[in-house]
């Protein structure tokens, strides 16, 4: 069993940048794979990015590639998401996700997380 806790969300204009971060507690932090996932109102909930059980291999969305940022500290057992050049289309919930055996290519699918953060907004306005 694992706990999120997703932080960092909040109002930003058109171009700028926010940094969220997922702080877990419960099981060994570095057993999972890390994903953040977004999610609008009336909408499904969107693969945004993942990182692997180290930290060394990256995968994304392809409308935040070059934008977004994924990144996690296994010592302090949290993932961060670093998001530059925000638009409005990046207003959504995002939330954290765990998963401790997701299949290889199948980091964007939401079926292979065990495990969800509360989420956190993020709203893109002028």
């Known amino acids: 069993q694992v706990q999120l806790v997703g932080s960092g969300g909040g109002l930003v204009q058109p171009g700028g940048s926010l940094r969220l971060s997922c702080a877990a507690s419960?099981?060994?932090?570095?057993?999972?794979?890390m994903g953040w996932f977004r999610q609008a109102p009336g909408k499904e909930r969107e693969f945004v990015a993942a990182?692997?059980?180290?930290?060394?291999?990256?995968y994304y969305a392809d409308s935040v590639k070059g934008r977004f940022t994924i990144s996690r500290d296994n010592a302090k057992n949290t993932v961060y998401l670093r998001m530059n050049s925000l638009n409005l289309e990046d207003t959504d919930v995002y939330y954290c996700?765990?998963?401790?055996?997701?299949?290889?290519?199948?980091?964007?699918?939401?079926?292979?997380?065990?495990?969800w953060g509360q989420g956190t907004q993020v709203t893109v306005s002028s």
């Open positions: 990182v692997s059980w180290t930290g060394a291999s990256t």
């Open positions: 419960g099981r060994t932090f570095s057993d999972y794979v």
């Open positions: 996700a765990a998963a401790v055996l997701p299949r290889p290519g199948h980091y964007h699918n939401m079926s292979e997380y065990d495990y």
